[in-house]
C-alpha cells in the first residue's frame, strides 16, 4: 500500500513540475515576443489612457522573473487589477484579465466548460463503442476479410482530419439527406433532446477520429490474452468460447483502453479546437480561436494554460488508472 | 547504410502494392506541386485572377455550369464567390502543404536527433532533464500550443516558415524519445565500445558509430511525421491562423467550403479530395518503409537478397 502511495505521490509531483515548467515557457514566449507588452497584452485597439493601466497592472518595470512571480501568485491567491474605475479582483486561481472585453479568464472557461464537456463526453462513449466494439468482432472472427477490414478503417479513420470527416458528414446528413437540421448548439439544460440531435454530428466526426486507435488496441490485448495459458486451460476445461471472451480475455484489455480513453478525453477538453470551430460549438476551443483572432492576448496565455492543465491532469490519471487496473504493473 | 542493404530495402519497398500506390501518388504530388507555374501556364489561368462573369451573382456567388464550373478554360472549375480558377489554387496548395510538413519534419529530426543522442551520451543530469522535456512535449496538446505561438508573432514574418518552425519545434518530442532509446542499446554494444577503447571521442562515436544504426528507425518515424505535419498546416490554416490569402492552401480553402457545401459540393470536395490522397498516400508510404527497414517484418515478404537468388540460380 505504501508503493501505491509514494507511486501517486511521484505521479502528483511530476504534474506539478510540467505544468510549472508550461507556464514558465508560456509567460517567456509572449514576454520575449517583440513589441511592447503591454500594447500586446492590450490588444491593438486599445487607447493611451488604457496602456497607461495595463503597464501599471503588469508591473512592466520589474524584472521578468518577478512578474512571472506575480503571475504564479495570482493563480494561487488572486490578483487585484485596476480599472478606469476602481480595482477588480480576480480571485484564486486567477488566470487573467481581458483588457478587451473586461472578463476574467476563469470566468471565460467556466462559460465554456459545458459545451466543450457535452461535446468530449458523448464523443468518448461512441468512440468507445465504435472501437472496442470492431476490435472485439476483429480479435473474435480473425480472418483475412475482417483484418482487412480493420486495417483499412485504422487507416482512413486516423489520417483524416477531423474537419473533414465533419464537413463530409454535415454534406451528407444536413444537405444531402436533410435527415438533420444545420446543427447550433443548445445547452443540456434547456432542451437535453435538443442538445443531443444538435451534437450527433461532432460527436462521429471525432469518434470517427478516435475509435480506429481503441479498435487496434482492443484487438491486439484481446489477441495476446487469447494465446496465453491461463485462456488454453479454460478451454480445455470446457468454458465457453463467449465466457472467455467476455470474463476472461476482455478484462486483460481493459487496463489500456481505461487509460487511454483518460487521456483522450483530457485532450478533447485541450483539443477539440478543430471540431468546436467547425460545428460552431461555443466550447474553450472556439474561445481561443476567436481571442487569438482579435488579439486578445491574456485570454490566449490563460485558456492554453487551463488546457495544457487538463491534458497533465489527465496523462497523470490515466497512469494511476492503468496502474490501478492491472496489477502487472511494477510501480516506480 | 551500405550500397548493397539500400538496395535491399529498396526490393522490399517495391514489393508492397500499397507502398508502391503510395509513393506513386506522392511522386505525382510533388511534381505537379513543383511545376505549378508550368500547368497553370498551360491552363492559362493564375491563383488571384476574379471572374465575376463565372460566377452566378444572382444565386449568391454559386459558379455557372455543372460541377462547379468545370469548363476548357478552368480545369476543376472555379471558387465560389469570387471565380477564381480552383486548379491553380489546388496545385499552389499542394506548394504550401508539401512544402511547410517535408520542412517541418526536417525540424522535428534534426531537433529530435540531436536532443535524443545528447540525452542518451549526456550525463545523468543532463538526460533526466531532456528526458522530462521530451516527456512534456509529447504530452501537451501541440495543436493548442501552436495556435498559442502563432498568435504572438507579428503578421509580417513569412507564414509558411513561421509554420514550419513551430510545427517542428512542436513536434520533435517521438524521435528524441526513439533516438535516446536506441543509442542507450547501442551505447552497450561492442562495436560503440571498441570505437571508445580506439580513442575515439563521445562526439566522434556519435557521428561515425550510431548515427548509421540511427538512420533506419529515424527514417521510418519521419514517415509517420509527414501526415500528421500536413493535417497540422491543414488543421492551422482551417482556423484561419495558418497561411494567409491570397496565399492559398487546401485547409483554409475548406474552412470558406464550410459555408458552401450545400450549393457547390466541389469546393468542398476537390481541396478534401487532395488532403486526405496525400495523407493516405503518404501514410501507406510511411507504412512500406516501415516494413522495408523493419528485418522482423521484411522476412514475411518472402523477397530474397539479390545474392540468396543468384546463388540459387547456381
Redesign the interface.
Known sequence: MTGLLTFLLRRAG?AV??LL??SAV?YA??YI???DPAQ?ACGPKCGAEQLAQVRQNLALGDPVWLQYWHFLQGIVTGHDYSTGTGTEHCGAPCLGLSYQSGEQVTGILGEKLPATASLAIGAMVLWLIMGVGSGLVSAVRRGRFTERALTGFT??GT???V??TG??L??LF??VLQWLPYPSYVPFTEDPEQWAWNLVLPWFALAFLESAKYARITRSSLLETLAEDHVRTFRAYGVGERAIVWRHALRGALPPVIALSAMDFG?MF??A??TE??FGIPGI?QK??T???T?D?PV??GV?LA??CF??LA?AVADVLYALADRRVVLT | MSTEGRGQVWRRLRAQRAAVAGGAVIATLVLVAVAAPLFTAIEGQNTTAYHPELVDSAAGGVPLGSFGGISADHWLGVEPGTGRDLFARLIYGARISLGVAIGATVVQVLLGVVIGLAAGLGNRFLDELLSRTTDVMLALPSLVFAIALLAVVPAGFPRPVLLVLVIGLLGWGGTSRIVRAQVLTLKSLDYVAAARLGGSGTWRIARRELLPSLAAPVITYAAVLLPLNINSEAGLSFLGIGVQPPTPSWGQMLSSATTWYEADPAYVLLPAGFLLVTVVGFTLLGEGVRTALDPRAASRLRVGTGRKREEASV
Request: neutral net charge.
Open positions: 511530476s513540475l510540467v515548467a508550461l508560456l514566449v509572449f515576443a517583440p513589441g500586446l487507416l482512413v489520417a483524416t482530419p474537419f473533414i464537413i463530409l454535415l454534406m444536413c444537405s485532450t485541450g483539443g479546437v478543430l470551430t467547425l476551443g481561443l480561436v481571442s487569438v483572432r488579439e492576448l490566449v496565455l492554453t488546457m495544457g491534458v497533465v496523462n
